[in-house]
C-alpha cells in the first residue's frame, strides 16, 4: 500500500533539487515560451516517473488502488505544468495588448486512468519503469497540448488571429515530419487534428502565434 502524501513529498524533493528544472525555470524568464514549458513539462513528466518507479513495489497494481493514486499523482504534475502554462499565455496576451486570461486545462481522467490501466498489465519490473517514466512524461507534455488547445480557442474565439506553429524535434520521426508546420487555429481546431497527437518519446513543441509572441521558434520544418 504506498501512501499519496509520501509520493507527493518524494516528487516535491525530486523536482526541487532538480537542477535541470531550476534552469528551465530561469530560460521561462527571459523566453516565456511554450516551447519552453514543453521542456519543462518533459523534465517534471521524467521525476515524477522514477518517484512512482521507486514506489511501484508499494502500489498494488492489481486492485483500485494504482486508479486513485495515479491520477493523485498525475494530478501534481497538471497543477505545475498548468501554472506554468499560465504564466506564459498571460505574457503573451499582455504582450499582444490583450486582456485575456489564462484558460486551465481540464485534468485529463481518461488519459489518467488509461496509463493506470496500461501499467497494470506490465510485469516485467525494467518495463514497468521505463513504461512509467515514458507515459508519465507524454502525460506531461500532454498538459500543455492541452493548454495550447484551450488558449488558442479563447483568442481565437475572441477575435484575434491565432496561428499555430508545430516544430519536430531533430529526429523525433518522420511521422512528426510530416506534421510539422503553420497552422491557422480554426484548421486545426477539432482535438483529433493529428497537431493535437504526441506519440510516446514525442517532444516535438507546438507554440501559439497571437502576432506578437515572444521568442517565437522559427526554425520550424514544413
Ligand atoms: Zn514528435
Not at 489518467?112 to 513504461?131: K, N, P, V
Request: with cysteine; net charge negative; charged share 30%.
Amino acid at each position: 500500500m504506498a501512501d499519496f502524501e509520501d509520493i507527493k513529498k518524494a516528487f516535491r524533493k525530486a523536482v526541487d533539487s532538480d537542477a535541470e528544472v531550476r534552469k528551465i525555470y530561469a530560460d521561462l524568464q527571459d523566453l516565456p515560451t511554450y516551447a519552453n514549458v514543453m521542456k519543462l513539462a518533459n523534465k517534471i513528466g521524467e521525476d515524477l516517473g522514477k518517484v512512482l518507479v521507486k514506489f511501484a513495489p508499494e502500489l498494488s497494481v492489481d486492485d483500485l488502488e494504482l486508479a486513485d493514486i495515479l491520477p493523485k499523482a498525475l494530478g501534481l504534475d497538471h497543477a505545475q505544468v498548468s501554472a506554468a502554462c499560465k504564466e506564459v499565455q498571460e505574457k503573451m496576451n499582455r504582450k499582444a495588448g490583450l486582456g485575456i486570461k489564462y484558460k486551465e486545462p481540464q485534468f485529463n481522467m481518461d488519459k489518467a486512468l488509461g496509463l493506470a490501466d496500461e501499467i497494470r498489465g506490465i510485469t516485467d519490473e525494467d518495463a514497468l519503469a521505463q513504461a512509467l517514466v515514458e507515459r508519465v512524461a507524454n502525460f506531461s507534455a500532454g498538459v500543455v497540448d492541452d493548454s495550447i488547445y484551450e488558449n488558442a480557442g479563447v483568442l481565437a474565439r475572441a477575435g484575434v488571429k491565432t496561428t499555430l506553429i508545430r516544430t519536430a524535434e531533430a529526429n523525433c520521426c518522420d511521422w512528426c515530419d510530416e506534421v510539422a508546420g503553420v497552422y491557422d487555429y480554426f484548421e486545426v481546431n477539432d482535438k483529433g487534428n493529428d497537431v493535437w497527437r504526441r506519440h510516446l518519446g514525442c517532444k516535438c513543441e507546438i507554440d501559439i502565434d497571437n502576432g506578437e509572441t515572444i521568442g517565437r521558434v522559427n526554425n520550424y520544418k514544413k
